[in-house]
């Protein structure tokens, strides 16, 4: 059973610039979603997916979006990329069996994003 | 506006000393609540979790942590710590089944 895994490790950007980064679930997964980790700070919440479809968002605007496929891998996508947009940028995969329903979930290992 | 503090950014300890790392939440209903570790250069790893059942959790390498519903807590400790110990632990709160929220983290420094 494979973890999750991320891609790149390292990215640089330019100011202005738009940014794809990828993520393969765990096998067996249905759920990921995408933290933005700032240093020296926690996990901020950016947005889940559940079987391809939007399932909950934090405060980020709308130059973050996101897409998950049917084979549960993910991308993050953020475009007109500004200074504050360099962090740590972590996938997590979970299994959702409902709703209502609690979960664990597993992170990869993230993605270092400098923006310039 | 939901919440997760941790009351101490850091904390130094001696090897094999307890420590206790403290963590409140605001919320009055029905939270599923986590501790993270993250090492160096690595992602988050789960230590352990509150789903439901018995309010006293605890992990396979000595940590335990106890629900506190009163309090609003979530206080993870461990009896004797080792130097392979020092990391950054995050506690987390899973609100409305989709939101994870974290703390801004407590790097321990288990020191010989």
């Known amino acids: 059973e494979t973890g999750v895994t991320q891609s790149p490790t390292h990215l640089i950007k330019t100011r202005g610039q738009q940014v794809t980064l990828r993520c393969s679930s765990q096998s067996g997964h249905n759920t990921v979603s995408w933290y933005q980790q700032a240093l020296g700070q926690g996990p901020q919440f950016i947005f889940q997916?559940?079987?391809?479809?939007?399932?909950g968002r934090g405060n980020f605007p709308p130059r973050f979006s996101g897409l998950q496929f049917p084979n549960y891998s993910s991308e993050l996508n953020v475009n007109a990329l500004e200074l504050d947009d360099s962090a740590l940028y972590l996938c997590a995969s979970s299994f959702g069996t409902g709703p209502l329903v609690p979960y664990e979930q597993y992170f990869g290992p993230g993605t270092r994003l400098t923006v310039t | 506006a939901q919440s997760v503090t941790q009351l101490d950014s850091q904390v130094p300890v001696f090897e094999e000393a307890p420590v206790e790392l403290r963590c409140n939440y605001s919320?009055?209903?029905?939270?599923?609540l986590f501790w993270y570790v993250q090492y160096p250069n690595q992602g988050l790893q789960l230590l352990l979790k509150?789903?439901?059942?018995?309010?006293l959790v605890e992990s396979i390498n000595g940590f335990e942590a106890e629900f506190n519903k009163s309090q609003t807590s979530f206080h993870l400790r461990k009896p004797s710590v080792h130097i392979s110990d020092t990391a950054e632990y995050f506690c987390a709160v899973l609100y409305n089944f989709n939101k994870f929220y974290f703390g801004s983290g407590t790097k321990l420094n288990v020191k010989p």
């Open positions: 919320s009055s209903v029905s939270v599923y």
């Open positions: 997916y559940y079987r391809e479809e939007e399932n």
């Open positions: 509150y789903l439901s059942g018995s309010t």
